[in-house]
């Protein structure tokens, strides 16, 4: 069975704060996907990020980035110079690659990003 | 581009009223998905397509939740004599797979349906 589990459930920081926000996966597949979405009050889950399991390069992207540790088994994200837009609930989630198929969820961690 | 539709944004019903939504997929993906999220909870998978075919129900989807998609295109999500416990977000998602090629590409989702049973 796959499992996501984001342990913070909240975080408040003031703009211009770096912030990383933790995810800690469980799965038996060998190969699989791990993603970010945001998700801001309107509620529209927006895609972030994909990784592919055999791909534990770190990646840039802007003001984001993300690290993926398969010893650890963590893909875990940080924004830096947070700005009030980042707030919002954000998601880890997992799927098995080779299929495809349905997402498994963390339950999200609510980021507050005050002027 | 258009994006994932859904139809309608809110639905408010009586207990043990059926109830029934769309959801439009970007229009080249051939897979299709349903979620639920309820209140400080991460989605939760529901069922999914692909193209006309449904290859995978959740436990979750209890006899009383039905999804179709006729034609390969849009899909339907019926809760029949619904409960409050069914109050919710429907969330539809889309992606395009083509497994011969080893392609399975994201899943976007759409603005989701929100439901308030009474």
């Known amino acids: 069975a796959q499992k996501v589990t984001q342990a913070q459930t909240e975080i408040s920081v003031v703009e211009k704060e770096d912030v990383t926000l933790d995810c800690v996966y469980e799965?038996?597949?060998?190969?699989?996907?791990l993603f970010w979405y945001k998700q801001p009050p309107s509620g529209e889950l927006v895609f972030l990020i994909r990784?592919?399991?055999?791909?534990?390069q770190n990646e840039i992207s802007g003001r984001y980035s993300w690290n993926f540790q398969k010893s650890t088994s963590s893909f875990n994200f940080t924004i830096t110079a947070s700005q009030v837009v980042d707030s919002a609930v954000y998601f880890c989630?997992?799927?098995?690659?080779?299929?495809?198929?349905?997402?498994?969820f963390g339950k999200g961690i609510t980021l507050s990003v005050r002027p | 581009d258009t994006g994932v539709s859904q139809d309608p944004r809110h639905k408010i019903t009586k207990r043990g009223q059926n109830v029934t939504f769309r959801c439009d997929p970007i229009?080249?993906?051939?897979?299709l998905y349903w979620y639920r999220q309820t209140l400080g909870q991460g989605p939760e998978f529901l069922t999914y397509?692909?193209?006309?075919?449904?290859?995978?129900k959740s436990r979750l989807l209890s006899d009383r939740f039905s999804a179709e998609r006729p034609k390969g295109s849009f899909s339907t999500l019926e809760i029949q004599r619904t409960e409050q416990g069914d109050s919710a977000m429907y969330l539809c998602?889309?992606?395009?797979?083509?497994?011969?090629?080893?392609?399975?590409?994201?899943?976007?989702f759409g603005p989701g349906t929100r439901l308030t049973v009474l």
């Open positions: 998602a889309s992606s395009f797979s083509a497994l011969r090629q080893g392609r399975t590409d994201t899943q976007y």
């Open positions: 799965t038996r597949d060998t190969t699989y996907y």
């Open positions: 990784r592919n399991s055999f791909d534990e």
């Open positions: 989630a997992l799927s098995e690659a080779l299929w495809g198929g349905k997402l498994t």
């Open positions: 229009s080249e993906h051939n897979r």
């Open positions: 397509f692909q193209n006309e075919a449904q290859l995978e």
